[in-house]
């Protein structure tokens, strides 16, 4: 296998629950996944992102494991995956594993035995610390779920810490022992023959052992001091060494409260670290209007802001390190509702036209299941349709302790809560979308009647479709993996525009991010020669471009 073929790749998030349900209990399966191999080959994707799987109580949908070794009940059996696995394989389709190492659940035999005693042979393998004066936590990190990043155990008299989920506990990396039984534990899914690894926050594995107070950053992770911890590159290349050293895998590693430098030393080719990270500089609301409330209340970026950031990630590990290319996963709303437009009449458009400006930049893509089918947002209009416990946290926490209306609260949850993600796949426009015979663990968006994968299927100028031309664009065209990138009209307001160019190849890119009709400004009319590869309209713009147009012209330097 060629050395580097994961830049070549594009990679399909499955979040399990919400895939496919074989079995009628409203929950998806790995028996689902497998029914569904067909539908990913058609695509044409190269590798599945397979959110967590494992044991889990579901504090937070898998997020938090209690066995690493064995599957969670709802999804079905070792053997449902191993068949899974080997369905994969023979549709030419590898299986990254997601894995959750930063925490684990407080149902994992490790937790249940830490706690015992504070001489316990497991004490150590979690984060423990005495009460700060007065009984206070030790310091003031903040959960990324809402509430103090600490929670105090009577029977102990100490705090463990838990930068999520009272319910997932941070793992203590210090402990070498620990860390040789996560090696240990991935070598097992290695050798059992999946293909690479999701490392769910790998850089908040190394905490500053002096756990200083760090800076507020209202709601979310609180404290820079949290991430990217004096021992991450020296863990880092121990795990790899360790696991995923000559075994030629896949992997990325989820990093929040990253920049572009750090990213060269996670991801650099001789650094022997990871092949590639996420970060979350262009889906965290917009920075140059932060809200009073971090994400909930940040507005949307516009063109300029997102694009600054996207290209500045694309000049930043253009020599070194590999971008991972992502506007949509279990975490984030649907990309066609926050950046794009998806009112019925430019819903495919704006689905179009953002899937052409991250499919034609430097990296690997990574497309969220339905993102390919131009799935929206639900926008859930009562607290009660909710089900992650992010959002019910701060629902909580703005609505009780804030005091602030209701509307205002479910304003922000239906633009941003991570459930908008999470209702089930739209397989056809029959009862429960397809997804289930039995009730959906969460409410199907009613759209499915025009928006699934039956129909676009047969459509031939469907999202589905026109996914399926970006994906086998990138497999045939050298210039769109491998070829240097350049920004054209930087301070357009309405147009991102690039141009990728390989030895006498070269790619120009125009996307209009607005529902208006916009003039392509002379300076650039004489780039467009040479063959439209792909474009969301029948007529490709020349001197302007229409709502939401997106098209790449290719041509020839010779
Ligand atoms: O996410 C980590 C993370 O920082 C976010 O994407 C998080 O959802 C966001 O900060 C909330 O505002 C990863 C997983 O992708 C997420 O699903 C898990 O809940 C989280 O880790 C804990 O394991």
Redesign the pocket.
């Known amino acids: 296998m060629e050395k580097n073929w994961w830049k070549h790749a594009v990679v399909y998030q499955i979040y399990p629950r919400s895939f496919a349900d074989s079995d009628g209990d409203g929950i998806g399966d790995l028996p689902g996944i497998t029914s569904k191999m067909d539908y990913l080959e058609e695509l044409g994707i190269d590798v599945i992102w397979l ?1 967590p799987v494992y044991r889990s109580p579901n504090a ?2 898998g ?2 494991i209690s066995d690493y070794r064995d599957i969670m009940e709802e999804f079905g059996t070792m053997e449902d995956f191993d068949r899974m696995l080997e369905t994969a394989h023979a549709h030419g389709i590898k299986i990254m594993m997601d894995i ?1 190492i ?2 684990t659940s407080d149902e994992h035999p490790w937790f249940t035995e830490s706690r015992q005693g504070r001489d316990n042979p497991f004490r150590d393998y979690y984060i423990w610390k005495d009460p700060g004066e007065n009984g206070t936590a030790p310091n003031r990190w903040e959960s ?2 809402s509430g103090s990043a600490w929670t105090y155990d009577e029977g102990t008299g100490q705090y463990y810490l838990h ?3 009272e319910k ?1 506990p941070d793992l203590n990396w210090e402990n070498e022992e620990m860390r040789q039984k996560l090696y240990e534990m991935m070598r097992w899914w290695r050798d059992k023959g999946v293909d690479g690894f999701r490392f ?2 790998i850089n908040l594995i190394s905490k500053d052992p002096a756990y200083p107070e760090g800076e507020e950053l209202g709601n ?2 609180t404290s820079h001091t949290c991430a990217n911890g004096p021992r991450i590159h020296e863990y880092l290349k121990e795990m790899n060494a360790a696991v995923l050293e000559g075994h030629s895998l896949i992997t990325v590693g ?1 990093c ?1 409260m990253v920049d572009e430098e750090m990213a060269k030393l996670y991801s650099g080719e001789d650094r022997n670290e990871l092949n590639m990270i996420f970060h ?1 500089e262009h889906v965290s609301g917009s920075l140059k209007h932060p809200g009073k409330y ?2 909930w209340d940040a507005p949307a970026m516009d063109l300029p802001e997102l694009r600054d950031i996207l290209v500045r990630w694309q000049k930043g590990l253009a020599d070194e390190g590999w971008n991972s290319l992502y506007l949509s ?4 709303p649907r990309c066609v509702s926050r950046f794009g437009d998806d009112s019925a009449g430019y819903r495919d458009l704006s689905a179009k036209m953002l899937g052409t400006v991250m499919h034609m930049m430097r990296g690997t893509p990574y497309i969220y299941q339905g993102e390919e089918l131009g799935m929206t947002n639900p926008r859930f209009e009562k607290i009660d349709q909710y089900r992650d ?2 959002s019910l946290n701060i629902h909580h926490k703005l609505t009780v302790e804030e005091g602030l209306p209701e509307e205002q609260v479910m304003a922000y949850l239906k633009e941003v809560s ?1 459930d908008n993600a999470r209702t089930p796949m739209q397989w056809d426009s029959g009862d429960n979308a397809g997804f289930s015979t039995g009730t959906p663990w969460i409410g199907i968006n009613p759209d499915y009647v025009e928006i699934n994968a039956e129909k676009e299927r047969k459509d031939p100028d469907s999202v589905f479709n026109y996914y399926r031309k970006l994906i086998r664009l990138r497999h045939e065209n050298d210039v769109i993996v491998e070829g240097r990138f350049d920004l054209l009209l930087p301070e357009d307001k309405n147009i991102f525009a690039y141009t990728r160019t390989l030895g006498e190849e070269k790619l120009v890119v125009l996307c209009n991010f607005s529902s208006k009709i916009v003039d392509i400004p002379e300076e650039i009319r004489g780039l467009l020669r040479g063959e439209v590869l792909i474009g969301n309209y029948k007529e490709a713009g020349k001197e302007y471009l229409k709502p939401y147009e997106a098209v790449v012209y290719k041509q020839s330097l010779r």
């Open positions: 959110s937070d949908n997020y938090d959750v930063n925490h990324s779920f930068l999520f989920a997932q769910d926050v979310g992770l989820e929040p979350f971090g994400k996963n279990h975490d984030q416990v992010e991570r």
